[in-house]
Structure formats: C-alpha cells, structure tokens
C-alpha cells in the first residue's frame, strides 16, 4: 500500500533528493520518492506504521533538522495556509533586515556600523544560520546553508561586513521569491485541473440545501445549474443538458447527456438544470483522481532529473574542495595577500549550491504533465514524458483505436431455407451473455428481448465465438476459425468486414456481415508520428486478414498481423518491437501488452479505472491525434529541461573562472546562484504559457 507524508518545512531541492535516497535505503520500505513541488514522500512499506515512522523521522531530521513530518489526511487547505504565514514572516524579517542594512551605510562611527551590520545579518539569515548549525553537529555538510554560513562567516572575519550581509540578505530575498514562483507554478499547474467546486446543493429531506462538496455522500441528489461545474461522478436522474468536457478531454465540442447518462466531476453544465445521484465521494471522483496522478507524476523522475540529482552530489564537493585549495595554494606562490585569495574562495562557496538545477528539472517535467493533462493527455511520470519524444515503433490495437469500435449489422445472407430474421434470432440467443462488441451490435440488430430460462448451456470460446444450448439445441456462432473446429462446412465470402456464422444443430443458418469504419483521424495522425520521427508503424488484430489487410492499406501502415489470440498478441509484440517502443490500445483488454511496451498508450480512458491503471499515458477521448500532440509537448518540455541545464552550468563555470580570476564580487556570485534558479524557473513555467 502507498503512504504519503507531508514534509513541513522543505525548502531545499538538494536536501530533497538525499532524503529520497537514504529512505531507498531502508530495509522494508520500497519505491520511495521525495517531490519536492509538493513537499510529500511518498513510499510503499510493509512495515509497522510506528516504527516506519520513526526510522523515516530520524532520516530526515538528519539531513534537514527544520522539518517536520506528518500523515497528509486532508492535502488542501492546512499546507497553504501555513505557507502564507511562514511567508508573511519571512518578509517582515527581510524587510526590518534591509532597512537597518541600508541604514549602517549612513553612520560614520566604525564600531556602530559594525553593529548593524551584525544585526541586520542575524535577522535576514537566521534561519540559515540555525539550519547550518544543527546539520553541523549531526555533520551534514555541503548543502546551501552550510555553504551559505561558511562564506558569509568568512567574509566577516575578513573584514567584508557589507557584502556579507548582502550575499545573506540577497540571498533569503532571492530565496523567498524562488519559492514564491515555484509555489505560483504548482498552483497554476494544479489549477488547471483543480476545479472542484468547495459547495454543491444537495436534496435533503425535500429541501435544496448548500452544503460542503465533501460532506455530500454517495446516493444523494445533487443539483447542479446551467454554467456550474460537475462536483461528482453520477448518474443523470432527472432533466437533459449539454456539457463542456475540456477540463478531462481537451476537446470544446458539447456532449449531449440526458436521463440514465453517466456525468463525470470536471464537466461544466451549459443548459438546463439537472439532478444527478452520486455515485463517488468527493475524493474519489475521477477529477480528483486525475489531479491525485499529475501531482504524484512528479515523483517518477525522468533520466536527466536522475542524472542531475547524481551530478549534484560530486558537484558540491568538487566546488568546496576547490574553494579550500584556491585559498591556500595561490597565497604560497603569489605576492596576493590570504584576504584576496580566502575572498575568492569564499566566492566559490556562494556558487558551489546546485539547487538551481535540482529545482529547475522537476518543475520543467511537473509543468509539461500539467500541461499534457489540460489537453486531455493524462501522463503519469516525468520518465514517461522523456521516453516520448524517443519513441521509434508505434504498435496499434485495432478495434476501438484506430477503427471506431462500433459495430453494425451490415448483411444478414440466410442460408439451407432460414429467414434473416432467424439467423438474427438464433445468434441473439446465443449471445446473450456475452459483452463483446460484435455481440452487442447482433443483439441490437435483433431488437427484441431474449428468454434467458431457455438457455441450457453457455459457453464463450476466447477469440473465435460462442457455444450455446437452447431448449435442447446446439448454437454455434463464431467466425472461420470455430466452425473448422466443429467440422462445418461454410461458403467462401468476399465481405469487407467481420463474418460470424450461425450454425443451429449442425446445419449452416446463414451468416452476418459486421463492419467497422477506420477513424476520420486516423490517416492524419499516422502522418504526424511518421514526421515526428517515428520509423516503424505496426497494428494488431484479432481480426480476419482481409479486414485488417483493408486498414493497413488504407492507413499506409508498415506491417499488420491479423488473427491473433490474446496470448498471440504478446509474443507477436516482443517479436517486432524495435528500439522504444509504445503500444496503443483500449487499456482494458490489452493490459498484458500495455505492461511489456517501453510507454503503454491507452485511449478512452475518459471514467475507466482501468485504462487509468494500466497504463502509462493516457488519453481521456478516442480522439489519434492526441497521440503525436503528446509527442509534440514532450519534445518541449525535454527541449526546456535541457536548456535550464545549459543555462546553470554556463553561468555557474563561468562565474567560478571569473571568481577565481577576481572579476567578481559576491554581489555576481549571489547572481550566479539564485538569480540563474529564478531565470531557470521562469523558463521552466513557459511551456503553460507558450501555445506549441
């Protein structure tokens, strides 16, 4: 079972990542992440709650003393309202901070500068300056406010009391407002799929009454107005309307919904008022759960943010060890004075923080996801958004996917002296039980209800038909395949579409004749991928060999395999699956598949669970073209990660060479780090901005 914990108190990207993998490294805990825009950890954990607990606690506590833990019951209002305050005092410290700090440069008396100086130092950075104590008696060193501290410190003792205090005041105020943009993003992020209403007017006891969206259980009536957002998952019980679905599926175009019609949380009511019973809770309603997906995907780490998160731990150590050698080595051998060289050292120190690129990374795959899901993509993880933009073979399902998935009964050819509407009859009867589409399309075209205390037997025969007794009598309806089987004698037929043979004791009742048409995107969507860079296009199919022959041809495929059985299915995929590789289907019937394929694509996943669960991208309509759209909004979002990289390790090598050479005061170091984490965040957040 996942568990998720609230961190109170995470400021630090770098700290975040160290949690992560000292927690990996308990004994029963398993898959553990830290997401550091939300500030949970996440794990699974076969453990005693207590003792998980405290082995979890005493992990944290040592990296990062100031956080506190605690079980996320309720996720909404508790941990932004307690941001909001922390943030209300931070700018109360940093603003008495920098009044007496810009006060110190008007008094003449040297020893009453100082002293503002060391005040307005102790109220701008005393929050780092405790943070850098209690990790240095637990000896956890090299994270920012170790390094922070050590610089600052440094430049007292060497008589640099200004800029000692502006690096620490510069950089608590760059701080402040890195974590007020990262806090912007999450929010507007969230926001564009958070839309579930605080109240909702419910029916009690005959009365229309405005209550809280949470209290409101399943099986009450909720009423909801022309222009109001659906607050739950329900069934329509009284009254017609259309809605607007571009929360969930990204498309504008209104669906009609009437009496008996399933409603989904996150739909807007455009017309008339209508009564729905509730069939989820609140936090159960498929809105809820898309939003609890995306801010959980942020914690499935890409290969660049692992790479990054590694880089950092050499990083740091590598800057700090050579901050100590250029203010010891060059003094030998220079006529420079140790203040010089101890001053650009210092320098190094400011630099040497990688939070600018440990932040930069999850907040540029958080907002690609977030941006996906709004056009009605749901990807469930920064590593899955990456592989996109590298898919080489695309492999298809057929039914429901590239085709409609929405059989008719086109022919009806009776055969040995039967009626079509025996041939209908007698399949419908057979079919009773059965769920599968072509059944359903031969039980609509029979249009009348079936006894089901005459069936004395049933039977379905997995991918070829089924096998039926009624009053006695052997049905047998199926495709080619089954009536070989049971040694039937059927014409050759030239039909473009699916054959099913009704067999009645032995003798051929004739056969029907089921059709379904290719999706009016699908030529154009075939088009995009192959543009996008994708070499090899496959489809899949239980289907006779001439319907899918007709498909392939018509959507110009490069293979297709026709007349495959479930378990066929697999092996032909592990068979011709080359370089990375997605598979899209249906997400319910083809799980087995959607598991073994480097990204699983399932489409209509628009109020199933399964298609949810199963895969790892998916597309909330029918609709083929969101396919190369997500392959569109991962290459951005890669494009951008990758340029924040650029951007932070060019500043920051090039603000170490000009450090080291004298160039520069604390003043560009300070620049160099949280200047460059508020460029790369700011750039990060463009890809919710920019249309693409």
Not at 76 to 87: A, G, I, R, Y
Not at 211 to 229: D, Q
Not at 322 to 331: D, G, N, R
Request: hydrophobic share 45%; glycine share 8%.
């Amino acid at each position: 079972m996942e568990k998720k914990l609230y961190l109170e108190g995470l400021d630090c990207p770098n700290c975040a990542a160290k949690i992560e993998n000292e927690v990996k490294k308990l004994a029963k805990i398993e898959n553990a992440r830290v997401n550091f825009l939300t500030k949970t950890l996440l794990y699974e954990s076969k453990e005693n709650k207590a003792e998980e607990l405290k082995k979890i606690e005493k992990i944290v506590k040592k990296i990062e003393p100031n956080i506190s833990i605690r079980e996320i019951i309720e996720e909404k209002e508790n941990s932004e309202e307690d941001e909001e305050n922390d943030n209300k005092k931070r700018i109360i410290y940093l603003s008495i901070g920098g009044i007496i700090f810009a006060t110190a440069f008007f008094i003449e008396l040297p020893w009453l500068r100082f002293l503002l100086f060391l005040i307005a130092y102790f109220i701008s950075g005393w929050r780092v300056l405790i943070g850098f104590l209690k990790n240095f008696v637990k000896g956890n060193l090299f994270d920012e406010k170790f390094l922070m501290s050590v610089a600052t410190i440094g430049a007292f003792t060497i008589g640099q009391f200004a800029e000692a205090v502006a690096v620490m005041l510069f950089y608590e105020t760059g701080e402040f407002f890195q974590d007020l943009a990262v806090d912007n993003s999450k929010k507007s992020i969230k926001s564009l799929l958070d839309l579930r209403p605080d109240y909702a007017n419910v029916m009690r006891n005959g009365k229309i009454l405005n209550v809280p969206a949470k209290e409101i259980k399943i099986g009450e009536i909720v009423l909801i107005k022309p222009g109001e957002r659906v607050p739950f998952d329900g069934v329509i019980v009284k009254g017609q309307t259309s809605v607007d679905t571009s929360t969930l599926t990204g498309e504008s175009i209104p669906r009609f919904l009437e009496e008996g019609d399933e409603i989904l949380s996150g739909f807007v009511n455009l017309e008339g008022t209508i009564s729905i019973r509730v069939k989820r809770e609140l936090s159960e309603s498929t809105i809820s759960r898309i939003l609890k997906l995306v801010e959980e995907s942020a914690a499935k780490k890409s290969k660049t943010e692992k790479f990054i998160t590694q880089f950092a731990k050499y990083y740091t150590p590598i800057v700090v060890f050579s901050a100590i050698i250029l203010a010891i080595i060059p003094p030998l051998f220079d006529n420079f004075s140790f203040s010089t060289w101890i001053y650009r050292a210092l320098i190094f120190l400011v630099i040497s923080c990688p939070c600018a690129l440990v932040l930069s990374l999850p907040l540029t795959y958080f907002a690609g996801i977030g941006k996906s899901s709004k056009e009605g993509i749901l990807v469930k993880g920064g590593n899955y958004m990456e592989a996109l933009k590298k898919i080489q073979t695309v492999i298809f399902d057929k039914t429901g996917t590239l085709t409609e998935g929405i059989f008719e009964v086109s022919k009806v050819e009776p055969q040995n002296g039967f009626k079509k509407e025996d041939v209908l009859k007698i399949a419908a009867s057979a079919e009773i039980y059965s769920d599968h589409p072509i059944a359903l399309s031969i039980k609509k075209a029979y249009g009348k209800e079936t006894n089901e205390k005459l069936i004395d037997e049933h039977r379905e025969i997995l991918g070829h038909g089924v096998y039926a007794k009624v009053k006695g009598k052997e049905i047998i309806v199926g495709n080619e395949k089954l009536m070989k089987k049971y040694g039937i004698e059927i014409p050759k037929i030239d039909f473009p579409g699916t054959i099913v043979y009704v067999v009645l004791d032995g003798y051929l009742v004739g056969y029907i004749g089921i059709s379904d048409r290719i999706k009016s995107e699908a030529v154009e969507a075939i088009e995009k991928l192959r543009k996008l860079g994708v070499k090899k296009i496959v489809m899949l199919t239980g289907d006779n060999s001439k319907i899918a022959e007709r498909v392939a041809k018509g959507l110009e495929l490069d293979e297709y395999w026709a007349e495959l059985l479930p378990d066929e299915k697999v092996k032909k995929f592990e068979n011709i699956k080359e370089g990375l590789t997605a598979f899209v289907g249906d997400g319910i019937n083809d799980a087995p598949i959607l598991s073994r394929a480097d990204v699983g694509i399932s489409m209509g996943g628009l109020g199933s669970d399964a298609a949810i669960e199963s895969s790892d991208v998916v597309i909330m309509d029918d609709n083929l073209l969101k396919i190369p759209r997500a392959i569109i909004i991962s290459k951005k979002t890669s494009k951008i990660a990758w340029q924040n990289v650029a951007l932070v390790l060019a500043v920051k090598i090039l603000f170490l060479i000009l450090g080291a050479l004298g160039f520069i005061s604390m003043w560009g170091a300070i620049f160099a780090d949280v200047g460059v984490a508020l460029l790369a965040v700011f750039n990060s957040i463009r890809i919710l901005i920019k249309d693409f």
